[in-house]
């Protein structure tokens, strides 16, 4: 009994002291500032929550993740080549060469396994392309604030309510700062309040000191002010686009959104276009439909607008060059007077004025030199027309020269073929025909003729003959009439008495009950010369679709 006795004295003695302890150590508590205590729902919690996040954007380029830090070293292939990367440095050799060419692909294969860092600094294990993409999945409704940083170390303040204990907790890095978040978060006894002052570093270089939780949450909210804009996969650097000049006039529609076509991660950004940077940063007056633009000058520079969906404040406005090309390969041989430019690439189309007719592909045949679809096979139900313009129009007393190639397939003695004409109607203006064993004629309103007598007389070729041959005719300002076939001065009448009308018409027409092959068919408001003739003659067949 008086074992037990004295046990209890000693124990009610030692209670006794350790409450006067506690109470005097109650004395000494430093408790946190009320006013800057960082309540675990509060917007700034959660500000610092994000800052504190794994910032893995410097190798977005790699894995168009913002969230997801793949750990070095890496091996990538891009476009062939095998790439190294030991260091964040070298991930400029991926860059170089994405931006080394524009012909190829750019894609870019990661050697897998390889490890990863999440936004919570988890490290795990990815075994192939398919589980990468998954993590990048998830990332896209992760929001990580990378673009400022606090200059490490930072301490809080702590107050637990339930144990009346105060301590000063030491941050160095973003990591410890997650995890001291994360834990006090998860404990509604414990309070907290950062240690003043503290400066920040935002991504531009940038730094700000702040004094208090208002300081902190504007600090942090500008942060997005001071990103410098990184597109995940460098693609958002086309700085021009260009296209061939159809038509000669120096504009053309273009497709805006082509300059942005090979982002793989495209579906992460909006992207708007504009005519000013004026209107881009304040922006207004979007391009309504930028598939189909057409460009007021040459060159011209509009400004696209890529904005990051998740957060509208991270954008950057981008100079885009609208250039229309001469990028045709026609030489523009014996150009001078020309009105009518009809070579039959595959189309029929006076490359000229620009008029075409659609729908004749199953016409197209093989030229003298063997090209597919550069000439045009006529039937005698055919008979195609081009507009009569200020420019190609023919009257009475005009300086004029027809040229053509031709190739019979009529097997009929007395049809009468004709070529190309003035007019809709036989007598309208004049004919370049065929006619009695397949002679080449040109004929005025008038019932005036001249032909080719070598080809009539047989002298060098059979009525029946079915190569090709080039037809030249000339009329000069003295209304002398020649006639060329295959290079060779056929017939001449001087100061005829051929006229064609001062009436220009409204059409010309090819193909009236004609039944063989046209090429080349070039009309000139001159009379050819025999060297310009001759020039014409030995041209390689004509097969181009621009001047």
Known sequence: MLTNYKISYILIFLFCMIGVSCQQEESEIITPDSEETIAANSNLALLLLKTSLNDGSQDDILDNASCIEINLPVSVTVNNELIIINT??????????????????????????????LSDHTVVDVANEEELLQYVIN???????????????????????????????????????????????????????????????????????????????????????NCNFIAPDMCFDITELSICDDNNDETEEFNLTEAVQNCSDLDLYTVTYYETEVDAINQTNPIPVPTAYTNLTNSQTLYYRVELILNTSVSQIFPLTLIVEDCCDNPEVLFDDLVIYMPFGNEFKDLISGYTIEGLEENFVEDRDGNPSCAYSFVQSDSLTIPVTPINQLVQGDSFSISLWFKMQNDNASDIEIMFQKGTEAGDGFELKAFTFNTPYYIDTLGHNIFDGDWFNEADVVWTNTDWHHLVVTVDQNNTIILYRDNVLRT??????????????????????????????????KALNPTEIEELFNLDADCFTCL
């Open 492 to 525: 001449t009448i001087p100061n005829s008495q051929f006229d064609i009308g001062d009436n220009p018409l409204s059409f010309f027409t090819l193909g009236h009950g004609f039944t063989g092959h046209l090429d080349d068919l070039r009309v000139y408001k």
């Open 88 to 117: 964040l440095d070298d991930i400029s050799l991926v860059e170089e060469n994405i931006n080394s060419s524009d012909t190829d692909d750019d894609i870019i294969e990661i050697s897998f396994p390889i490890t990863i860092t």
């Open 139 to 225: 990332c896209v409704s992760e929001e990580v604030i990378t673009c400022v940083d606090f200059q490490y170390p930072i301490s809080f303040s702590l107050f637990n309510s339930d144990f009346q204990d105060a301590d000063v907790v030491t941050i160095n890095d973003d990591e410890a700062l997650y995890d001291f978040l994360i834990s006090i978060g998860n404990d509604s006894a414990i309070f907290a309040s950062l240690n003043y002052p503290v400066s920040l570093i935002y991504e531009n270089g940038n730094t700000v000191s702040v004094n208090n939780n208002s300081e902190l949450e504007i600090a942090i909210n500008n942060a997005n002010s």
